[in-house]
Every structure is written in structure tokens, then in C-alpha cells.
């Protein structure tokens, strides 16, 4: 089944190459294209519903939370810390704001803080392209042969933020789109195929039952996840980051609960949130109207 679905044998041409100029004089560019046929995705799954496939989720505290399936069994897990590297970032952040102003007005095209910019953006280059390879390597370690990727359609609203938060927020959200590239690339040379799935309520829904759950702070002495999932239907708990990356695989089955009803239930408990108030405006016309 593996030796039928791998996308080899690849086939490698030269393309035409190129003459440049070099501070050195003169240069050749030859290009190399790596090709080879790529079953589509959707035809994959339904010739081999237990084909192993990873799936990878960002987390709320994590540069990337991948799971490994066999079927629908884990075969492992992968997490990819960020709070270290998001850390570096809001104080690289923090001290081109200082910079800024200090000096009183957009210092744009000033030496020291374009060096700091491109430190910045090279140290997210990196990170990303780290986080990447982890990706591609642990699928690749498990014999995945597809991998489960969110689509980025949730563009951050940053609106109200102060400035650090915008441009830390705009950042992560670029990062992952930079993960993404990535893990393309390096999954198509492994000959693993990179498919895309839609995010909504991946986070939300139970991996077990399907039902509407929320994300609850549970740490004792700083030990465990920062928040864990809790499904109010049928009970389930676990490690919120992880969730996304389960939720993922039921996506790319097929098997996600229709939105409709986690839709009325994410409506439902916004609206629990502001029922007390309500209530209590009432109950003092209520007093008011016997008085009277
Ligand atoms: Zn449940």
C-alpha cells in the first residue's frame, strides 16, 4: 500500500540556466526542478481511510502540537514549546519601542533599528523553519504519509491592542503562515503531501463526543497544562493544546460534528456570561414596582 501511494519516483530536470553578474565577476544559476505525481489528498483518504497521517495544531502556548495517527489510534505526540521564543520577541519588541520613543518620533531608516528589525525577523525565519523540520521529521518518524494543517483564515483583530501586543500578535500570526511554507516544502521533498483543513471550533469541540467544552486553568504549583479542556457532556479532560491537533483528524475523516449546534452552544455561554447582570437589573425594577 505505501510502495502505491509514495509519490515517487521523482523525477529531476534541469531547467534553463541563467547568466548573472557577481560583484566577482560572472555567475551561472542552473535551476534543478524535483517532480514527481502527488495522488490528490481527497482520493487518498477514500482508497485508504487508516492511512497514517500526522496532524498539527498551534497551541496557546506552543509553536506547534502534533499528533501521529494510525488509524484512529495515536501514535504519538509532538510538542513545539513558544513561550521561550515569544518571550525574545516582546523584549526585542519592547526595545525598539523604547528606541522609538526616546527619540521622539518614528526613527524609520535608522541604523541601529533596522539591525534590530532584521535580528528580529531573522530569529522568526529560524524559529519557524526549526519548528518545521520538528514537524516533518516526527511525521516522517511515525510513516505518516499526509499531514493535517489548520488553513489560516482567522485573521487577529488587533484594533485595541497597544503597539508591542499588535506587533507581537501580527508576528505569531505570520510565523505560523511561515510554518506552514516550511513544512510544505520539506514535506513534499520527504514525498509527504501537506493538506489543509478548516480551523472553526477545532478548539471548542470535545475530541470525544463532539460536544461544546471550555478551557479551564486547572495548575496546582505550577505543574501541568496552563488549560485543559474539559467536556461538560460526557466528561472529558485533557491538555487544551492538544484538543486542536485531535479535533484536526476528525476533520480530515470527515467525522467533525455538524457546526450548527456548537454554534448555539458558543452563543449559549456568552450568553451565560452576561445573564447574572441581567438578572439583577430586573429583580431592582421588580422592588421598585411592588414599592410603588
Ligand atoms: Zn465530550
Redesign the pocket.
Known sequence: MREQLKPLPWAIAQASATLYRHPDGWAAHVPFVRAGPVKKAEEQREANPGLPVTTVDPGENNLAVAVAWAGRKVTGTLFVPGRAHEARRLRRLAAIRRRQQASGRPTRGERSNRRRWARLAHAEEDTARQTARQIVDFAKQHGSQVIVFEALNRVPRTRRMGWTRRQNLRRSWWMRGRILTFAREMALWEGILVVLRDPAFTSKA??????Y?ERVSRRANGRGPRLTFR??????EGHADLVGALNLKRKRDRAFPPLGPLVAAAKEARQAKTAPAKLEDKGAWDVRLTRG
Not at 470535545?206 to 460536544?211: E, F, I, K, L
Not at 467536556?231 to 472529558?236: D, E, L, Q, T
Open positions: 470535545c475530541p470525544d463526543c463532539g460536544a467544552g467536556c461538560p457532556a460526557c466528561g472529558f
